[in-house]
Every structure is written in structure tokens, then in C-alpha cells.
């Protein structure tokens, strides 16, 4: 059975566009999205983030950080990064305003604050459908290297839900395994759409 | 025409269903059920009787897609048209039944919907009318037949993606049957829900209703609840799966929150649902533990006042589950709830968002505090007898209020809407100020959400709300109350603090309010103290809360000019921390000295409480960092300072006061500006806030010219001490420099400028520990990144310069690198240059020079054995040195590998493993051709010395001189880059050494001259170790050259060992026959055993001969030469050519060989030597020649020839033809000498001699007439001479003469020509 997937992290462009980007080169079904309120960027400073709105294509923000400082953002990974974002989708989108895009059958979240917010969106959206949503969340530092690491585990435990005939059966043992073979914490929960 | 289009449409419908019955595969199935649904439904719905049965039939399908689809489509068209629900929902309870999980569910789904909106629409025209149409009515039984199917299958265990949507059915239908409080309470008009039904509510119905009893229903509804509430009891939970447990959580949960009526009944069974024991697995406990908190999360949330007592519970519950799981989950989860965070641990999470209120305060900090401190140093003065009566009850009350401060958090929505409630009138302000009042009523509980509301509201809207209090404000000052039996009551003797402040001086309580305010736990004490006295004192109540809202009043103030005063903030915390201490003393002192109890009094002090709080927040908080660093600083100090006397505080306090004025007149103004309003009521409502606007490029200015100001404070500073609080200040605030202002290169340019005075190592330390942990803890992608890249700069920038500017001896850039949190990659590249300069850079060349190198390797070793995480790297480092091409580099590398790093056991294995790929890389390198390299011969000359150095001993180096050829080919140099570590290790490691063994057959020509050169100080260094003589005892074949050089090395100069002697012995006798091998042993083996192969030594080339008889007759200095010279003669001598297979030049070689000798071989062992061979019978072959060679060596034995040669001619020399042509040579070389003893030769012999050498004749004629020799002569020998009778003996000797010339054969022709020459020489 083909899943959807949809890959969630706070801005839509590191995290979940490595997964976004793995996952569709691998030919699953995938989106990607944002919680956050804009989507961030590293600044001159810690305190100078870079702010866009959701929407704002790729290629945009990375005209813009190019012009502002090609050097500081090539070095910390943000121009590559966006580039890449680039070629996967127009922009990042936010997963508070994906209504129009379907229902998913896994969401896959890296970071708990963000799977909280998913499934408390989730919880509060109308329960039309009836059709069950697995949301995961595999915690994932915010950097390019855990990215592709996250985005790796991300993949293989789509590819199992996707070989399974149905994950709401065996959804307990894949994630236990998931867990034991990688030793990294998993956090699910089902809900409605 | 509408008939026609009917049939069409008909026949179109007939078509697909057709197409779809006897499609053979899904997908086309799938497609014609599709296009014929959506035909039936958008186009004809009138063919829908006639084509549902044949649609249903597909029920049997026996592909479960289609099944699946057809469930759906019975959900699609019942929405629609209900009226076949009857006829269609006997499929989908079939289907509940289905073998594929996946139509089951999708059955339950379908089921779900229509169930809902057959009970909408009956229950919707039970209210129009007072009958329901019979089609209604028996769609509405078959739904209730569904359902009662479905009830099992939530509640029994079974497939669990079909349970979860029968949970969900069930959650559905609790929620249909029972009235919603939030939806519309009455029925829109009958028209509008033609179409769409939305938020359909059971409470239409209370009217009444035909069919539907809305009594009954709630009945089902509470025993439906009951079933799922009955699943997480235990021990029905146990046997449940993590995933159902998630969704009933999840399900009870949004019940409880649409229906809070259930609130009582769901919540004791979640609050009960103790996960721990029910799961086995620690997955489970993770995820459905997760959901509970989420749960009670958001049953927290529900306003419903019918939630309200539940509060306590949830919030002790989440407390619980905090301790029980991880506090950094709940923590979150409460504050993301409150939308900030409020007890002590949960400021770690929330400090970003925290930001800008804790600046208000400090702000406040400051201003209170200089204000006090400015204002009531004659109070302190006077009042050094203390009140304790107020302080010593504090740790009770912090220990109460740590605890309360979590369950501060429901306070926040109830007594919001309570204030909402209470004071409905007018806007957000005076809801806000109602709600203040509220809280601070609700008494200490309140306290945390006070500050919380306080540090959320928008810092306009707060000073609105500051402003409308005004009026509140008593005109007079209040006066003291004093009671003591409030305090007695109230059990906290801290609420005199309330009380009591009110009497003073309700600003002096705000100031001290505020100090404390960085940590929460203090100020929560100290409001609650309030509310606690308000309750026994009517009266005060109200000026409590004034001073409440006053105290607020200021935070917004200030907050307000925040923005301004940003530029020296910085600064301005390092004020407002010194000052709090003094106003916090104020207020001890302002109290009247009631009680004189000295007990608990430092424990007691509010600062010295908050100082040792802040410890906690250090790690984490950012802005208040700074201030309660100083604090805890100032805090100690004056503590103890306060004890002996309080009169320090002013001068402490002021003097940063002083400098903040300095540095921002906008402050002073406002300072000024606060302390007014806060001394006087009056005066507050004109207060105003001068507010000057910068420009960007000024506030830059501002900020630079600030940070450059504290870094030149720090180089007088450092005398202070104190330097590492200090430190850590400089770091954060280089931290919180927008980087465009570079505080970073800033901070650089004080360190480097003098690193030693600037404590620059220290320093460095911290501003990269700082650095690291923003990079590390903050899980945020863009700060960690620009952190990292800062932290490399930084750490690069230093590093270079240390080694640019110090002298290589200098330790600080090795202590420097080892004590960094980490190494970044370009750290690794800067110690490669170091390392191996010129493999990177061509540019720094200054750096080559060998203590660059040093200094380099030395860094590596310490990083090495000091940071083991990153100890490859480091070795990887030092192994490619140990292969660089510089001689130098490269031995000072070999000598920290093989001495320093390859004794540790960690990193042995790889050292080795690296060493042998590049002994095996030599092996398979390309065999270069002898092409001489320039430039390697241009290094080839001051590198010989350097070259043989072994790593660990210097005394060798010029042994080997003579070995190194004149060869410079590149390969010889390439090899010994590459093989010099692995020699070195092999003088730690002898077993390594086979290797070279087993490879050298292998090696090309150049690498082994490589290995020749090296192995005489290798094997010096090994000495004859039990490894060496193994190898010895058992060589791998084609390493005979490596291993007879080795042995020369071995025996050179030294006794060799009885075991190196018998390794040899034996591997000559089993398995190497080269007598070669023996050679270096020779002196130590006995005469016999030399004997024994002499004739194989003899049959070595010249050179080599030459070294064994300088071996033989050196011997040992133990027992002597193995054989005399004359024992060597002798044995040449006895060797037969034939018999031994050996060439007769070699014999006469090795005899030229001794006769060069001549120190050795005298003339008086040449003398013996004849002696004894002139016995041998038969005489030796050699023999003549050696008489001849004697004679021609040494003229002066002719006596002794003379001797031999008359013996000779008694032992018949004449028959033994090859010696007889060697005889009369002599006799022609040696005469007149030998006359005498050819005269004693009998007359044949004689004629025969005489006609072999004519010349002889005359003279010997002459000597035999001498009258006294011919006497003596018999006839016979005269007639030869022809004495007697002269013609007939001259006929004849002249007519024998040319044949004896023909005669003489080749032998004796080299003889003689031997002979000649020798003469000569002589």
C-alpha cells in the first residue's frame, strides 16, 4: 500500500527537507512542512536570525543570503542547504495550514516540541475522515550532519511501515525494533484526520 | 429527449458496471467503479435503485481493493441517499468481518459517517415533525445494528487497526449522544441543514422527540464510556497494545474536553492509569506516557468551569510524571501550555522567549537599587541591630514555596476568568488590573502566575495598566500595622515582610521584590507572604495589591525604555547587581529590631538565597547570566562583610553607579526619573520616560565603543581578581554582540596582545567554552551553526598567532589546543602544517624550520595521550610526519612514534599496521630506475649523517657512512622515507623484523640498498635478541645477502654469543650451505671446524677470501686465532684441486693472497712452513711454487732454500715431474746458491737440469773446477760438466736441450712465468 508521508521540523529546511529530499529520491510519497511561526535562518548573529515567511520560495532566500554575505553562508551550510531545498520544492511550507493537502498515513517529526505541536493540530482539526495518522518523532539536532543521519532512520522506518500491510497492527513491534537495532528513541502517536 | 438521455445514461451505467465486473485487474476494476459511481452520483442519481444491488454484488469481489472501495462508496452514496442505507449496511457489517484489515477498517470508517448523519437527519425531522418516514426510520435501525456490531470490536482484542477506528466509532457516538455545552443550544431553522449539517447538538432534542430519547441516549452514552474507560483499568490495560492505549487516551481526552460533564469520571481513571506497572516494554511506557501528558496537558487547558477542580490534580499529576520520566518533557509541555515557563527548572527551556522580561527587570534592579542604595544608607548606618525576627523564618518558607511554585500553574486561565468575571466591565486594562487583583487575592499560589502575567503582558499594555491603578494609590502613606498575632497565625512568619514593608515604605517592598525577581522561587515567597497577611488583615489588601500593581508598574516602565537603555545594558547589570544586596539590607534594617535572634540570619538574606539559586540557572540562562554571576560575587563578599559591618554597601554599591552614568546619560535620567515616582506617590503619574532615538549606526557606535571600554577595563582589572567570573562575563557578552560589530576579533586583539598578562589562555577557554555550548545546547540549526563558525575562527586565529609570535619552545599553544572543548577540522589542518610543513603550503617556509616541527609533534603527543576521543587524527598526523621527505622532519617525527606514542598499548596495533603499509608500499612502489635525481643528491649530502640516526641512540651514525654507496637514486631516498619508521619500530618490536627478512627477496635493487644501509644500526641496536637468532636459525629464502650483512653487523667488533655461533653452525649444516654465512663466525670456531670447510673458503672470490683469512688468523681474543698463518698455509697446501673440486687458481689465489701479507706471513712462518711441507709425502703440489714465491718474498731464506731444496733432491724431486721443472727454476733463480745442490744431484738428473737451462752450465762449470769442489765430485757429475770429457758431454747436452724445452709442460711454464714475475717485484 502506498503511504503518504509527510517530514516536520520547525522551519522546513534543514531537517525535514533532508528527509524530504532522501525520501522522494527514494520514490515515496512525501511532503515536507514547518511548524514554526516563520521559518528561520542563521543570521550574522544569534540574535539576527534571518526570518521569511512560510511560502517564501528557496531560491529567494538564497539570492538574498547571498547578497547579504555569500562567504559567512557558504561557510555555516545555509546557501548548499537552501540550493538543495531548492531543486526538492519551491518553498518551505507550514503544517499548520496544510489542510489542502490531503491526509497523510505517517507524519515523521525531528523534535518533540514539533511532534507536540502536530499532534495537538492535529487534535484540533475536524475528525472528518476517520483515517488514522501515525505521527513519529525521532529526535534530530539541528545541524547538516544529524540532518542526513535523521533522514536516513527516517527512511527506513517509512520503508518498513510501507512494507507492512498495515502499520496499525504491528506499529508497536516495528518501533520497538526500530528502537533496539538503532538505539535512538522513538515517540508515536495516532491520531484522526 | 429526456427519456433518451435516461436510456443513455442507463446504458453508459450498464456499460461500466459491466467493464467493472469482468475487468481482470484492479487498477481498471477500481477505475470503472469510479467512473460509475460518480456517474450514478453526479449525473443520474435516479438509475441508483436499480444499480445499488448490483453494486452491493461486488461484496465478493476477490480482490480486497475493491471491497475496500466498495466500502467507501456505500459511504458516499448514504450521505447522500439514506434511503439504501437499509439495503447497503448489511455489506459493511459483513465486511467487519472481512479478511483484509483494510476493508474492515474502511467499513468502520464508512460506518461512522453515516452513522452520524442518519442520526442528524432523524433527529432533525423528529423535530419538524412529529413522524418519522419509514425509510428514515429503517435506515436508522440498521445503523443501530452496525453499530451494536461494531461495540465488540473496540472492546475486545482482536486486529488492532480495526479496534482503533471501533474506538473511535465509540468516541464518536458518545459525543453525538450527548449534548455539547459549546455548541448552539438550539436547532438552526429547518432549512438550513438541507445540506451540510454542522455542529449538530444532542441538546436540540430536549424538546422532545418521536423516535430519539434524549434520556436513553445520554444512558448509552455513559455506559459506552464506561466500556472504554473499563479498558485502561487495570487489568484490562495490561493486555492492551501501545498504539490502542495511545488512541483511548487520546479518545477519553477530547471527550473530556468536549464534554466536560464526564471530566469526573474520565480523569480519577487517566490520573489512576499507572503505565509503569502495565508495560513491560520501555517503548510503550515512552509513547503512551507521552499521550497522558498530552492528555492531561490539554484537559488542563479546557476553561470549562466544570474542568476547574480538576486543576490541582493534573498539575500534581504532570509534577509526578515529571520526576518519574524526564523533567524536560513536562517542563516543556507545562510551559508551552502557560506559553511560558515557570518553575525553577523549566528557565532552562524557556529563557529565549524569557528574554526581554528578565531585562525589565534588571532594569528595575538597577533603578530600585541605586535609588536605595542612594537614599537609605543613613537608615543602614543606623540599623545595624538586625531584625531576624523576619529573616530567620525564610528557609520554611522557601522550602514551601519551591513546592508551590508548580502548582502555580493552573492559577494563570482560572483566575483569569475569574477577574473576567468579577470586573466584566470594560477593556483589557481594567481587566487586567482586576485580574492582578485577583491574583494577588488567590494568595501565595498566585504568586507565579503573577509573574508570569507579569512578564507576558506586552510592556504597553502593562504600563497602561500601571497608569489606571494609579487612582488607587492611597494618598498618604499607610502606616505601619505591626500586628503580631497575624504573624503568629499565618504560620509564615515571612508575611511581616508584608505587613511590615507596608508600614515602611511600599517602595522599598517593590525594590526588594524585584531584587529578587531573578529567581522566582524568592519572589513567589515573597508575594505570597502577602495575600497571607491580607487574609487576617482586611485592611491591608488593598494596599498590598497596590504595591503589587506598583511593582509591575515599574517592570513595565522600564521594559518600556528597554530599547534605549540596551546600548549600555551590559554595564548597567553589573550595577543593578551590586545594588541589590544594599537594598535588600535596607529593608532588614527599616524594620523595627523586635526580635535580636541572630540564628539563621545569612541563610535568610534574600540576595545570598538568590545568589545560590542562580547557581543553578548559570549554565543556561543568557541575559540574567551576567547579573547573577555578579551577583553571586558581590553577594559573598558583602555577606560576609555585612556581618562585620554594613557600612561597605554604600561604597561597594555607588561606585558602579558611577560608571553607568558615565556611560549612558539616558539611565541616570530615568533612574532619577523612577526613584522619584517610586518615593513618592505623587509624583508617579507625571512620570515621564525621555526617550532619545538613535540610528543604527550610532547604537553600533554605542555598543563597540562599550565593549571596547570593558576590555580595556580588564587589563587594569586583572589586579582585582576575580578574573574567571570576569572571564565568563566577557564571554557572554561577546555572545550577545551582533556579529556584524565583531566583538569576536575585538576580544582577539586583547587577548593576543598580550597572552601572558591577559591570562589570553584563560580567557580563550572561556570565550570558547562559551562558544561550544551555544553551539552544543542550543538544538536550534542557525545559532549552533554561526557558534561553530565563530569557534573555529576564533580558536584558529589564537593558535596561529601563538605560533607565530611565541618562541617553539612555548608551551601555551599545546596547553591551548589540549584544553579546548573541541577540535575543530581546521585545528587539525593547522597542526598538519605544523607537523609536516610544505605537504600543505609551500608559503611558510619561515615554519620549517625543525623547531616548528617540534613544537607541532609535541602538540600531537600531549593531544594524543590528553584527548583520546580525537587520538587517531592526532596519530595520523604524526605518522604522516614520520613519513615526510625531510630527513629532519621525518626523524624527529620517528623518534616521538617509536619512543613516545608506540609504548602506548592503545595505539600500538596502529602504528605498527601504518609502519608495515609503508614498508609494503616500498615493495610494490614502481621499480625506479637508477636515474640519479638532482635534487636528491643536493640532499643526499648533509642527510648521511642524520639518516642513520636511529630514533633513540646517536652514537652509530658514522658506521654506516662507508655502506652508504654513492648510488643518490631517488629510490634509495624514497625507500627510506618510507621504511625508517618501520626500523624504528623494529627496535622496540624485534619480532617486526622478519618482515624485512621475508620481503627483501622482493624488494627492488634500490630499496634494498636502502635496507642495507639501515640494517647495521638496526641490528647494533637489537643486539643478538632470542627474536634475531630465531630469525637467524630459520631465514626465508633470497634474504641471504640481508642475512650475512646482518651477521657481519652482529659478530663486528664483538665476541659473538655461543648461541649466535651454534644458530649459525646449525642453519649452515640443515639448511643454507653457504659457506658465506660462516664467515663472520669463523674466529669463534674451533681449528678443526675451520679445517673442516677450508676448501670451500678457498673456493670464495679474492675478496672474500681476503676477509676470511683476515678472520682466521684474527681469532678471538679468548682463544686465539682459530689457525696460525702457517696452519693457513699448510691447509692451502693440502687442498688437492681434483679431490676438493676446486680450480687450481683459486688455490694459487688464495696463496698470492697470503704471500701479500707480509706482516703476517714472515719469513720465518714461511720458514716453518716449508719445513713441514717438505715432509709431506707426496709433497704438495704447490710446493716449488711456494719455495719460489718464498725466495722471491723473502732473498734472505736462500739459505734456508738452499736446505729445503738439497732435501728435495734427496727425495728424488726429479719424480715428480710438475716439482722438478719448479726445482731447477729455483735452482736458475737462486744461483750461485743452489750450484752446491745441483752438484748433489746424480749425473742424469744433472745433464737433464743443465740442458733445461743452459745458462746454468758455464757458471756451474766454473764453481765445479774449483779445485777444492771438483775434488769432491764424482766422475760421473764432471763428465756432465764436461770436465771430464768436454766434447762428447756438450754434444750431448746441446743435442737434449730443445727437447726438454718441448717437454716442459704448461704447468710448469706458469710457474715460471709466475716465477719471473715475482722476481721482479723483489
Known amino acids: 500500500m502506498k503511504l503518504r508521508h509527510a517530514m516536520v521540523c520547525s522551519s522546513n529546511q534543514n531537517r525535514s527537507m533532508e528527509a524530504h529530499s532522501l525520501l522522494k529520491r527514494e520514490g515515496l510519497d512525501v511532503s515536507s512542512y514547518g511548524t514554526g511561526a516563520h521559518v528561520k535562518l542563521p543570521g550574522p548573529s544569534l540574535r539576527e536570525p534571518n526570518v521569511y515567511e512560510f511560502g517564501t520560495p528557496y531560491k529567494q532566500m538564497f539570492d538574498d543570503l547571498r547578497r547579504k554575505d555569500p562567504e559567512l553562508y557558504k561557510r555555516n551550510g545555509i546557501l548548499p542547504m537552501l540550493k538543495r531545498n531548492s531543486t526538492v520544492k519551491l518553498a518551505p511550507q507550514r503544517w499548520q495550514e496544510n489542510a489542502a493537502d490531503g491526509s497523510f498515513d505517517v507524519v515523521f517529526t525531528f523534535e518533540e516540541k514539533v511532534f507536540d505541536m502536530v499532534v495537538e493540530d492535529l487534535h484540533n482539526r475536524e475528525h472528518a475522515l476517520m483515517k488514522c495518522v501515525l505521527v513519529i518523532n525521532l529526535d534530530v539536532k539541528d545541524n547538516h550532519e544529524e540532518a542526513a543521519v535523521g533522514a536516513r532512520l527516517a527512511l527506513e522506518l517509512c520503508q518498513q511501515l510501507e512494507g507492512t500491510e498495515s502499520w496499525e497492527d504491528s506499529i508497536d513491534d516495528i518501533v520497538a525494533a526500530f528502537e533496539k537495532q538503532h538505539r535512538r528513541k522513538l515517540l508515536y502517536s495516532i491520531s484522526f484526520y | 429527449m429526456v427519456g433518451r438521455m435516461g436510456i443513455g445514461s442507463r446504458e453508459k451505467a450498464a456499460s461500466l458496471l459491466h467493464s467493472a465486473k469482468f475487468a481482470m485487474d484492479i487498477p481498471s476494476k477500481l477505475e470503472h467503479l469510479h467512473q460509475l459511481k460518480e456517474f450514478l452520483l453526479q449525473r443520474d442519481p435516479s438509475l441508483l435503485p436499480e444499480f445499488v444491488p448490483q453494486l452491493l454484488e461486488f461484496q465478493n469481489d476477490r480482490f480486497s481493493p475493491v471491497r475496500k472501495f466498495l466500502a467507501g462508496m456505500i459511504d458516499q452514496l448514504g450521505m447522500e441517499h439514506i434511503e439504501f442505507l437499509p439495503e447497503m449496511v448489511p455489506v459493511l457489517i459483513a465486511f467487519l468481518k472481512d479478511t483484509a484489515p483494510a476493508v474492515a477498517r474502511q467499513a468502520i470508517t464508512s460506518g461512522t459517517d453515516l452513522f452520524c448523519r442518519t442520526l442528524e437527519k432523524v433527529a432533525i425531522q423528529g423535530l419538524c415533525s412529529s413522524e418519522l418516514d419509514s425509510s428514515l426510520e429503517s435506515s436508522w435501525d440498521s445503523m443501530l445494528k452496525f453499530k451494536d456490531i461494531v461495540y465488540p470490536i473496540a472492546f475486545q482484542t482482536g486486529n488492532d487497526g480495526i479496534r482503533l477506528l471501533g474506538v473511535k466509532f465509540v468516541e464518536a457516538m458518545i459525543l453525538l449522544y450527548t449534548p455539547d455545552p459549546d455548541g448552539p443550544s438550539e436547532p438552526p431553522p429547518y432549512q438550513a441543514y438541507e445540506g451540510n449539517v454542522v455542529g449538530f447538538n444532542m441538546s436540540w432534542l430536549r424538546g422532545g422527540h418521536p423516535m430519539l430519547n434524549i434520556g436513553d441516549l445520554s444512558i448509552e452514552a455513559s455506559r459506552s464510556l464506561g466500556l472504554l474507560l473499563g479498558q485502561l483499568r487495570f487489568p484490562t490495560v495490561k493486555s492492551l497494545s501501545n498504539a490502542i492505549i495511545i488512541v483511548l487516551i487520546n479518545s477519553l481526552s477530547a471527550i473530556a474536553k468536549k464534554r466536560p460533564a464526564f471530566y469526573g469520571r474520565i480523569l480519577p481513571v487517566l490520573l489512576g492509569l499507572d503505565l509503569s506497572s502495565s508495560v513491560i516494554k520501555g517503548v510503550r511506557f515512552c509513547g503512551a506516557h507521552h499521550a497522558l501528558k498530552n492528555a492531561f496537558v490539554s484537559c488542563l487547558k479546557c476553561t470549562h468551569p466544570g474542568a476547574a477542580p480538576w486543576r490541582d490534580r493534573l498539575v500534581g499529576a504532570l509534577r509526578e510524571m515529571k520526576a518519574g520520566v524526564s523533567a524536560e518533557q513536562t517542563v516543556c509541555e507545562v510551559g508551552k501550555f502557560n506559553g511560558i515557563v515557570e518553575d525553577g527548572a523549566g528557565e532552562a527551556y524557556s529563557i529565549e522567549e524569557r528574554k526581554p522580561s528578565m531585562e525589565s527587570l534588571d532594569d528595575v534592579h538597577i533603578e530600585t537599587g541605586k535609588k536605595r542604595s542612594a537614599q537609605e544608607i543613613s537608615d543602614l548606618v543606623q540599623d545595624d541591630g538586625l531584625s531576624t525576627k523576619r529573616v530567620r523564618p525564610t528557609p520554611i518558607v522557601s522550602q514551601s514555596s519551591t513546592k508551590d511554585s508548580n502548582a502555580v500553574q493552573d492559577n494563570l486561565p482560572s483566575t483569569g476568568s475569574t477577574a473576567s468575571a468579577g470586573d466584566g466591565d470594560s477593556g483589557p486594562v481594567q481587566q487586567l488590573l482586576a485580574m492582578f487583583g485577583a491574583l494577588v487575592a488567590q494568595g501565595e499560589k498566585a504568586a507565579g502566575s503573577l509573574e508570569i502575567l507579569i512578564s507576558s503582558i506586552s510592556a504597553d499594555l502593562l504600563a497602561e495598566v500601571v497608569m489606571a491603578n494609579m487612582c488607587y494609590l492611597p494618598a498618604t502613606r499607610p502606616k ?658 681434483e679431490r676438493d673440486g676446486i680450480p687450481l687458481k683459486k688455490v694459487t689465489d688464495a696463496c698470492n693472497a697470503c704471500f701479500e701479507q707480509r706482516q703476517v706471513f714472515t719469513q720465518q712462518v714461511l720458514a716453518r712452513v716449508l719445513n713441514q711441507l717438505v715432509e709431506q709425502i707426496p709433497l704438495p703440489l704447490l710446493f716449488m711454487r711456494t719455495v719460489l714465491q718464498a725466495i722471491g718474498a723473502f732473498p734472505a731464506l736462500v739459505d734456508f732454500i738452499m736446505e729445503i731444496l738439497s732435501r728435495l733432491v734427496n727425495k728424488q724431486i726429479w719424480k715428480y715431474p710438475k716439482l722438478w721443472v719448479g726445482f731447477l727454476k729455483c735452482t736458475a733463480l737462486t744461483k750461485p746458491h743452489s750450484f752446491s745442490v745441483l752438484l748433489q744431484l746424480p749425473a742424469a738428473q744433472l745433464e737433464n737440469a743443465l740442458n733445461r737451462t743452459p745458462a746454468l752450465k758455464a757458471p756451474l762449470i766454473t764453481h765445479a773446477n774449483q779445485p777444492n769442489i771438483r775434488t769432491s765430485l764424482p766422475r760421473s757429475i764432471l763428465v756432465v760438466l764436461g770436465i771430464a770429457q768436454d766434447s762428447q758431454s756438450s754434444s750431448h747436452t746441446q743435442m737434449v736441450q730443445p727437447q726438454t724445452t718441448d717437454t716442459s709442460n704448461s704447468g710448469a711454464e706458469a710457474v715460471t712465468e709466475k716465477n719471473k714475475e715475482s722476481s721482479t717485484v723483489s
Not at chain 2, 505601619?480 to 517592598?509: H, K, W
Not at chain 2, 576564533?794 to 611565541?806: C, G, K, N, Q, Y
Not at chain 2, 589546543?817 to 602544517?833: H, M, Q, R, S, W
Request: some cysteine.
Open chain 2, 480 to 1137: 505601619a500595622e505591626g500586628d503580631d498575632e497575624s504573624m503568629l497565625n499565618t504560620g509564615y512568619i515571612t508575611s511581616t515582610v508584608g505587613s511590615n514593608t507596608q508600614g515602611i515604605q511600599p517602595s522599598s517592598f517593590v525594590s526588594n521584590v524585584f531584587s529578587l525577581s531573578s529567581a522566582f522561587p524568592q519572589i513567589a515567597r515573597l508575594l505570597s507572604a502577602q495575600p497571607s497577611t491580607s487574609r487576617d488583615a482586611d485592611k491591608s489588601q488593598r494596599g498590598n495589591e497596590h504595591q503589587a500593581v506598583v511593582a509591575t508598574d515599574t517592570a513595565a516602565v522600564s521594559s518600556s525604555i528597554n530599547d534605549l537603555t540596551e546600548a549600555v545594558r551590559p554595564t548597567e547589570v553589573v550595577v543593578s547587581t551590586s545594588a541589590v544586596v544594599p537594598s535588600k539590607m535596607e529593608d532588614c534594617s527599616a524594620i523595627p529590631p523586635e526580635a535580636h535572634d541572630m540564628g539563621n540570619f545569612e541563610s535568610g538574606i534574600p540576595g545570598l538565597d538568590s545568589s545560590v539559586y542562580t547557581d543553578g540557572l548559570l549554565e543556561t540562562l543568557d541575559t540574567s547570566r551576567l547579573s547573577s554571576a555578579d551577583i553571586q560575587g558581590t553577594n559573598q563578599e558583602e555577606v560576609t562583610s555585612l556581618d562585620s559591618s554594613p557600612l561597605n554597601f554604600p561604597s561597594t554599591g555607588s561606585t558602579p553607579v558611577d560608571r553607568s552614568e558615565e556611560l549612558n546619560p539616558n539611565s541616570t535620567t530615568h533612574t532619577t526619573a523612577t526613584s522619584v515616582h517610586l518615593s513618592s506617590q505623587y509624583v508617579l503619574p507625571k512620570m515621564s520616560a525621555p526617550v532619545v532615538d538613535l540610528d543604527d549606526e550610532q547604537k553600533d557606535y554605542l555598543q563597540k565603543s562599550a565593549f571596547l571600554h570593558i576590555i580595556e577595563a580588564y587589563k587594569q582589572v586583572k589586579v582585582a581578581g576575580g578574573t574567571h567570573v570576569r572571564f565568563s562575563l566577557l564571554a557572554c557578552l561577546g555572545m550577545e554582540y551582533p556579529l556584524e560589530l565583531d566583538p569576536w576579533k575585538l576580544l582577539q586583539k586583547h587577548i593576543l596582545s598580550d597572552y601572558l598578562n591577559h591570562e589570553g589562555h584563560e580567557l580563550t577557554l572561556r570565550v570558547l567554552f562559551r562558544l561550544f555550548g551555544e553551539a552544543e545546547q542550543d538544538r536550534d540549526f542557525f545559532s549552533s551553526t554561526t557558534a561553530t563558525s565563530v569557534y573555529e575562527t576564533f580558536l584558529l586565529t589564537v593558535a596561529e598567532t601563538l605560533r607565530d609570535s611565541f618562541p617553539a619552545s612555548d608551551k601555551s599553544l599545546t596547553r591551548l589546543l589540549g584544553e579546548v572543548p573541541y577540535l575543530p577540522k581546521t585545528a587539525y589542518k593547522f597542526l598538519e602544517c605544523l607537523c609536516c610543513p610544505g605537504s600543505n603550503e609551500k608559503v611558510d617556509k619561515e615554519l620549517q624550520s625543525g623547531d616548528r616541527v617540534t613544537q607541532g609533534l609535541s602538540t600531537v603527543w600531549s593531544l594524543i595521550l590528553l584527548r583520546p576521543p580525537i587520538r587517531d587524527i592526532c596519530l595520523k598526523i604524526a605518522l604522516q610526519s614520520a613519513v615526510h621527505h625531510l630527513e629532519e622532519v621525518r626523524m624527529k617525527a620517528i623518534r616521538l612514534v617509536a619512543n613516545k606514542l608506540y609504548p602506548l598499548s592503545c595505539i600500538a596495533q596502529q602504528i605498527e599496521d601504518f609502519a608495515n603499509d609503508m614498508l609494503l608500499s616500498v615493495m610494490n612502489g614502481p621499480n625506479v630506475t637508477e636515474g640519479v635525481d638532482a635534487e636528491g643528491s643536493i640532499i643526499e649530502g648533509p642527510k648521511d649523517s642524520d639518516l642513520e640516526n636511529p630514533p633513540n641512540e646517536l652514537a652509530v651514525s658514522n658506521v654506516t657512512k662507508e655502506v652508504a654507496s654513492d648510488s643518490t637514486c631517488s629510490s634509495i631516498l624514497d625507500a627510506q622515507r618510507c621504511m625508517s619508521l618501520y626500523f624504528a619500530l623494529c627496535t622496540k618490536k624485534h619480532s617486526l623484523f622478519r618482515r624485512i627478512f621475508v620481503i627483501y627477496k622482493s624488494l627492488p635493487k634500490g630499496v634494498k640498498q636502502a635496507v642495507h644501509r639501515h640494517i647495521p644500526i638496526l641490528v647494533r641496536t637489537m643486539g643478538s635478541s632470542s627474536e634475531l637468532l630465531g630469525i637467524i636459525s630459520d631465514p626465508p629464502t633470497g634474504c641471504e645477502n640481508l642475512l650475512i650483512q646482518v651477521l657481519h653487523t652482529l659478530t663486528d667488533g664483538t665476541i659473538p654469543s655461543p648461541e649466535l655461533i651454534l644458530t649459525v653452525r646449525k642453519l649452515y649444516e640443515s639448511k643454507l650451505k653457504d659457506v658465506e654465512i660462516l664467515i663472520p663466525i669463523l674466529p669463534s670456531l674451533s681449528k678443526d671446524e675451520v679445517l673442516s670447510i677450508f676448501p670451500q673458503l678457498i673456493n670464495l672470490p679474492p675478496d672474500k677470501f681476503q676477509a676470511v683469512l683476515a678472520r682466521i688468523l684474527q681469532g678471538s681474543s679468548h682463544f686465539g686465532p682459530a689457525l696460525t698463518p702457517a696452519e693457513v698455509l699448510i691447509a692451502i697446501h693440502g687442498i688437492d684441486p
